[in-house]
Each structure stands twice: as C-alpha cells, then as structure tokens.
T-cell receptor, first 115, second 116 residues
C-alpha cells in the first residue's frame, strides 16, 4: 500500500521569506503523480502543484516549486516570497496513473505566515 | 465551470441518529470520491465511484455507512447510526477519470459533522 509522510506538523515563515515543506512517500509503482494541495480555513482543497514521476524536471508554478527526488522518494515544496494568503494546511498527496486514480494524503503541515 | 457542490455545510446530531450528505460533482466528471477528514489528520478515502459503479469501498465502515451515486452524477453519503468518532469533515471530490487525465481531483467545501 502506498503511504505519504509529512514530518512537520507546523511551520512558520516571515512574510517575503522562503519556506520548504517536506514529504516522503512509499510506493512500488514506477509511474505516478505527486501533488501539493492547500487547504485554507474555509476547508476547500486547492491544487498548488503537480509532478509526474516520469519527468526529471521539477515542477514550478509561480512562487511554488518542488524538489522531486525519485530515488529517495522525497517530494518537498518550496514557497518563495511568502505572503499572508499562503497561511493554510498543506497536504502532500500521491496517486497512481490511471483513469480512476485516487489520492492518498499525508497528515498535513500547518503553515503560519508572520509579519 | 461550477465547482463541486456539497450540502449541508454543517450538521450536529446526537449519537445513534442518522445523517445524509449530498454531493454534486463537476459536470462531466466520471469519478467521485468521499473522504473523511478528522480534525488534525489528512483526508481518508471512504469510497470511490467511477460513473455509477463502486471502484473502492475498502475503508467504508459498511455496518453504518452507505453511499450511492445514482445515474452517475450526484451522490449521497449516509451514516446510520452515528457514533461519536464519526465527527469529522466529509469531503466530496470529483475527477475527469478519462484516459490521459492529470490525476487532479477537485474538492467541495466539505460537510462538517458533529456527533454529541
């Protein structure tokens, strides 16, 4: 069974600074997707960034980027130039490729952004 | 496009009572998921539908939980009788579920259940 581990229950970053959230996973599959989802206090999950395992290049989306280390099964999220609106729960998630794939989530990291 | 709709947003019941949650996925999405998110934890999959068929319900407590997706569109999740440990947010999500899809799921705002 696939598992996703987030070892940082809470993180704090000052506005405009950079923070990195950690995630490790376990799978026997060679092709899969990895995601970072953001859950603000209103609870709706929003996709932040997505990585396809067969791609060597790390995904980037504006201020968000990942460090994908396939051999180490590590998938960290870097947030640059942090903003107050980045404060939320961040979940790392895994899914295998396929038409009816499901997401397996980690336990989440609560990110606080301070002035 | 309209997002995933869920209702009710909040529900408070006594233990042993019943409750039902409704979800309307994004139009055209073949897959629908119900997740349970207990406070401080990540979402846990309860049941997954592909059109109106069940793909995975291995984590669904079938003695008290049931779900259906009639006509492959909207879905209802029912709990009867509720226990204290069922207090959680119930998230509905949908996905395209077609060949070449990106794996991304789209979530509703959730239904928060409190069992007293």
């Amino acid at each position: 069974a696939q598992t996703v581990t987030q070892s940082q229950p809470e993180m704090s970053v000052q506005e405009a600074e950079t923070v990195t959230l950690s995630c490790t996973y376990d799978t026997s599959e060679s092709d899969y997707y990895l995601f970072w989802y953001k859950q603000p206090p209103s609870r709706q999950m929003i996709l932040v960034i997505r990585q396809e395992a067969y791609k060597q290049q790390n995904a980037t989306e504006n201020r968000f980027s990942v460090n994908f280390q396939k051999a180490a099964k590590s998938f960290s999220l870097k947030i640059s130039d942090s903003q107050l609106g980045d404060a939320a729960m961040y979940f790392c998630a895994y899914s295998f490729t396929g038409t009816a794939s499901k997401l397996t989530f980690g336990t989440g990291t609560r990110l606080q952004v301070t002035l | 496009e309209a997002g995933v709709a869920q209702s009710p947003r909040y529900k408070i019941i006594e233990k042993r009572q019943s409750v039902a949650f409704w979800c309307n996925p994004i139009s055209g999405h073949a897959t629908l998921y119900w997740y349970q998110q207990i406070l401080g934890q990540g979402p846990k999959l309860l049941i997954q539908f592909q059109n109106n068929g069940v793909v995975d319900d291995s984590q669904l407590p079938k003695d008290r939980f049931s779900a259906e997706r009639l006509k492959g569109v909207d879905s209802t999740l029912k709990i009867q009788p509720a226990k204290l440990e069922d207090s959680a947010v119930y998230l509905c999500a949908s996905g395209r579920g077609v060949r070449g899809n990106t794996g991304e799921l789209f979530f509703g705002e959730g239904s928060r259940l409190t069992v007293l």
